[in-house]
């Protein structure tokens, strides 16, 4: 029999920028929750690049004196350096220069103008165009006549697009995420969404023409498909040549949700396609109360989390730090009260304990014992939900459970062998299996931590240095 699959996605991230906590964020995640159902013996696989094409890459290669490909290229490296740096477990990094994207979101977009969801002809348009989103808005999504997003002032342009006709499926996609055929969360964010569509849907535009750094339109070379229509393409890109479309997740920011819970819905639609499970959006947040700025001088870089917490300890500290999905606030003293509290008082301090007194005692595991596992129904139900943060605070609640019947019952004072005998035991049965609700966060911890408990049990040293 087939293994159950699960198949989630993050979004590729745009090469005009370097990887920063704000990229490594939701990155983490995805492969937490990937992680977590390899676990339960899932054919799970997650999905990450970069996104290459666009006004934005061509002008800011030219910057560089680079060709556009010659930039993308080295961008991207950095953030696949980045997610190996974290220890993301991705099954392919994927490039939308990559040679079969390209060939797919070619057909595809072919596909949907043969269904007559792309206008026959181009149509020419006027209006207010902002380079940094590389589109068109509308006077109401501009504050005091700029973009709030970029802080600059769109510039007026003219120019013949091909559009893709949204107008036409407002209806049903209505019908379908309030029925949850797409799962939207969290709840606000499909409320959210659901209002503007009920307000109605406007046909977009889907290219430009005359920019070379782009995928031309298959049924009009002189067009280059928009940026972010043949990059949302990616995951059916990966999805549909290894049999594994459709998408179980996707991770996304709630900057992009219109994207991928409006156009990419309509567009697999048009196609006859089927639809991504579940689109998750998660929150922003902010770095010691402001918006993080080169500029502030406060991007912080997965490298900086790396060489202060270790791999394990950042990927922890990132998502215990506040609820997923919603905004919160990092700071370097919050996440070192994090790693302090959690990490090197709690779980590190714990299995030191643990492991000493084994030591002392010539504690032997067994087969069986290494097999334990909570039943932990809330924990499973907190983290399916990707409710990150609740699902280790009660791995957490566990740990400080047993550190406190451990002080109680002083079991370095009992003389009778058979007694302290029964009494490891259930520390470290208990141990094995609270571990194993840290693997999909801290795998090479989780993993260090149970090879220590298998066999005849010796001290480390401690596995989170207090900082």
């Known amino acids: 029999m087939d293994k159950n699959k699960y198949f989630i996605t993050t979004p590729i991230y745009y090469v005009n920028d370097v990887p920063h906590i704000g990229h490594a964020y939701p990155t983490v995640a995805a492969d937490a929750i990937t992680r977590y159902w390899k676990q339960k ?14 006004a934005k890459i061509a002008e800011a290669a030219k910057k560089h004196g680079k060709e556009p490909k010659e930039y993308a ?17 991705f099954v392919r990094f994927i490039r939308t220069t ?28 006027k209006g207010l165009y902002c380079v940094g989103h590389e589109k068109f808005m509308s006077p109401e999504e501009l504050v005091d006549g700029v973009c709030p997003d970029h802080q600059t002032k769109p510039i007026e342009h003219s120019e013949e697009n091909y559009y893709l006709r949204l107008s036409d499926y407002g209806d049903w996609l209505e019908k379908v995420i309030e029925s949850d055929e797409i799962e939207i969360r969290p709840q606000s964010r499909k409320n959210e969404i659901l209002g503007k569509i ?43 040549q290894n049999n594994f479309w459709p998408a ?7 900057d992009i949700l219109w994207f991928h819970a409006v156009i ?21 947040f902010t770095i010691n109360g402001q918006k993080m700025s080169k500029t502030i001088g406060n991007v912080i870089g997965p490298s900086d989390l790396v060489e202060k917490y270790g791999v394990d300890g950042a990927r922890y500290a990132l998502l215990a730090a506040f609820p997923f999905g919603e905004d919160g606030d990092f700071s370097f003293d919050r996440l070192n009260e994090i790693y302090n509290a959690d990490l090197a008082n709690g779980l590190g301090n714990y299995v030191a304990r643990i492991a000493k007194l ?30 990150f943060s609740k699902a280790l605070a009660i791995a957490n609640h566990y740990i400080k459970d047993h550190d406190i019947k451990l002080n109680q019952e002083k079991p370095w004072k009992i003389v009778d ?5 029964k009494s490891l035991d259930y520390y470290v049965q208990g141990l094995i299996a609270t571990v194993k609700l840290f693997l999909p966060f801290m795998p090479q911890t989780a993993k260090k931590i149970l090879k220590q408990f298998s066999g005849q049990i010796k001290s480390d040293k401690p596995l989170f240095p207090r900082i």
Request: proline content about 4%; aromatic content about 12%; glycine content about 6%.
């Open 41 to 54: 013996d899932y054919d799970a696989r997650l999905l990450t690049g970069t996104d290459e094409h666009g």
């Open 73 to 89: 290229d080295k961008i991207s490296e950095k953030f696949k350096e980045a997610w190996q740096k974290l220890n993301i477990d």
């Open 98 to 125: 990559d040679e079969d994207h390209i060939k797919v979101a070619q057909e595809f977009l072919q596909k949907l103008y043969d269904k007559g969801a792309i206008d026959p002809k181009p149509r020419l348009y």
């Open 198 to 240: 009920k307000q109605g849907l406007e046909d977009i535009s889907i290219s430009r023409a005359n920019l070379e750094w782009g995928i031309p339109l298959p049924f009009d070379q002189k067009h280059t498909a928009y940026v972010w229509i043949e990059a949302l393409i990616n995951y059916y890109t990966y999805g549909s």
């Open 248 to 254: 179980d997740l996707h991770l996304v920011g709630k």
């Open 264 to 284: 990419w819905p309509i567009m697999l639609h048009a196609i006859g396609e089927e639809l991504p499970k579940k689109i998750f959006a998660h929150g922003f």
């Open 358 to 387: 084994c030591e002392n005692f010539v504690y032997t595991v067994s087969e069986e014992q290494l097999k334990s596992e909570h039943k932990a129904d809330d924990y499973h139900d907190a983290i399916q939900n990707l409710n």
């Open 417 to 421: 062998n058979q007694t302290l005998h």
